[in-house]
């Protein structure tokens, strides 16, 4: 059974720090690109970052976390991981883990067949 559960969700203060986990499990994930998503209430889901499968030469953000946030995955641990650094109250949202059943890596939603279940990051001004 497929699964991604995503961890490390928390309130911080503007300025700090947090680092998201997606494990995946059920099987190997390496070959998959994997992306974080985010939605905030009363918003739509919006993309955050992506990462290619395999040797994750490709990463993606979204402009407005581009030089603050940081996707990486080790596929050792099939896990993906998502440095959020000077966080800002406007990063506040249930953060989602993905997976394409594709190397290629992109910034729609809908190209991603395999969700976790979100984890809550609050940012206090």
């Known amino acids: 059974q497929v699964q991604l559960v995503e961890s490390g969700g928390g309130l911080v203060q503007a300025g700090g720090s947090l680092r998201l986990s997606c494990a995946a499990s059920?099987?190997?994930?390496?070959?998959?690109?994997m992306g974080w998503f985010r939605q905030a209430p009363g918003k739509e889901r919006e993309f955050v970052a992506a990462?290619?499968?395999?040797?994750?030469?490709?990463?993606y953000y979204a402009d407005s976390v581009k030089g603050r946030f940081t996707i990486s995955r080790d596929n050792a641990k099939n896990t993906v991981y998502l440095q959020m650094n000077s966080l800002k109250p406007e990063d506040t949202a249930v953060y989602y883990c993905?997976?394409?059943?594709?190397?290629?890596?992109?910034?729609?939603?809908?190209?991603?067949?395999?969700w976790g279940q979100g984890t809550q990051v609050t940012v206090s001004s």
């Open positions: 993905a997976a394409r059943s594709s190397l290629i890596a992109t910034r729609k939603p809908d190209d991603y067949a395999y």
């Open positions: 059920g099987r190997s994930y390496s070959g998959n690109a």
């Open positions: 990462i290619s499968g395999w040797s994750d030469s490709n990463r």
